[in-house]
Nanobody, 124 residues
């Protein structure tokens, strides 16, 4: 198990930017896949982005491609989600997750550790 703590959420207007951070403490981080998921009210938790341990491979939800960028700093045990050109439909609780494997997958059941989530609200 890896303990994860997200930060950086908030209330912004459409077109604004936010950067989410997820700090990992306790447990293996630098050799595992890290990802962001989100869950809007009344909806299922959905995959947003993932990054390999080396940061050489990334994967994104189609609707965020070109607007969101996932990155990581293994020395700081932190993964980031830079979100630009935010839209009201991006409003959700965003969760950081770690998969104890080197293979990127996008299913929520494929991830082993989760943070508590951070709220992102985008007003129109």
């Amino acid at each position: 198990q890896v303990q994860l703590v997200e930060s950086g959420g908030g209330l912004v207007q459409a077109g604004d930017s936010l950067r989410l951070s997820c700090a990992a403490s306790i447990g293996t981080f630098s050799t595992n896949v890290a990802a962001w998921f989100r869950q809007a009210p009344g909806k299922e938790r959905e995959f947003v982005a993932a990054i390999s341990w080396s940061a050489r491979i990334t994967n994104y939800l189609d609707s965020v491609k070109g607007r969101f960028t996932i990155s990581r700093d293994n020395a700081k045990r932190t993964v980031y989600l830079q979100m630009n050109k935010l839209k009201p439909e991006d409003t959700a609780v965003y969760y950081c997750a770690v998969r104890l494997s080197s293979r990127i997958l996008t299913g929520r059941n494929d991830y082993d550790s989760w943070g508590q989530g951070t709220q992102v609200t985008v007003s129109s």
